[in-house]
């Protein structure tokens, strides 16, 4: 099994849709949560990081669930600017560094 | 932008030959890592350093070797080059608390 598992997709939505995107990981020990944006052929950017309380950027809100091991990324009035994949990434601590673990990342086409 | 570059961006090489991909940082960062993103494996860690001349191996190490003398420079060599690391490898920086990646390097090995 994944230490962090995601939907492969694609998600084919229109333009101006809502569309959700989960991820579940594995090991509990995972201290940070993010979730990146990866263009075709270009590298993963940070699109914002997940906290416990959950947190919103303008149309992006991010929740997290410890007790069910779930990370949620919820996209409004989506863009056809907003297609991409968008990776679920998680944060271990320990040791002399702190390692990020990928999932593979969900498809999002939007469609005008 | 994090100021991070890869060199070279796109290279085809041959089985058995070394190949050296080059990441620079311009900041001063301390932590600085190597990937390689494969179709349904997701980013997976190679070796990552700590400090100059502090390296460690990740998940994916065999075959890889790395070496940072300077603080703004982070190599990767394959030793002997196999089709199997046919790969997109990224480098990347630890700032706050995540990563930021550099622009990628897409290698091919015949």
């Known amino acids: 099994r994944k230490e962090v598992e995601q939907d492969p997709g694609p998600f084919n939505v229109p333009e101006g849709a809502t569309v959700a995107f989960n991820c579940t990981y594995s090991?509990?020990?995972?201290?940070?949560f993010f979730w990146y944006r990866q263009d075709c052929r270009k590298e993963p950017k940070l699109l914002m990081s997940?906290?416990?309380s959950g947190n919103e950027d303008g149309r992006f809100t991010a929740q997290l669930n410890r007790a069910s091991q779930y990370i949620s990324l919820l996209i409004r009035d989506s863009k056809l600017s907003d297609s991409a994949t968008y990776l679920c990434?998680?944060?271990?601590?320990?040791?002399?560094?702190?390692?990020?673990?990928f999932g593979t990342g969900t498809l999002l086409a939007v469609q005008p | 932008d994090a100021g991070i570059t890869q060199s070279p961006r796109h290279k085809v090489t041959e089985t058995g030959t070394p190949v050296t991909l080059r990441c620079h940082q311009t900041?001063?960062?301390?932590?600085m890592y190597w990937y390689r993103q494969d179709p349904g494996h997701g980013l997976r860690l190679i070796h990552y350093?700590?400090?100059?001349?502090?390296?460690d191996k990740g998940e994916v190490s065999d075959g890889y070797s790395v070496s940072r003398s300077k603080t703004e420079d982070f190599l990767l060599t394959l030793e002997s080059a196999t089709s199997s690391q046919t790969s997109v490898y990224f480098c990347?920086?630890?700032?706050?608390?995540?990563?930021?990646f550099g622009p990628g390097t897409r290698l091919t090995v015949l």
């Open positions: 990434v998680v944060k271990k601590y320990g040791g002399a560094t702190n390692k990020l673990i």
């Open positions: 090991n509990s020990a995972s201290q940070s």
């Open positions: 997940v906290y416990s």
């Open positions: 900041e001063n960062h301390r932590y």
């Open positions: 350093s700590y400090g100059v001349k502090d390296t």
């Open positions: 990347a920086i630890a700032y706050l608390d995540t990563q930021y």
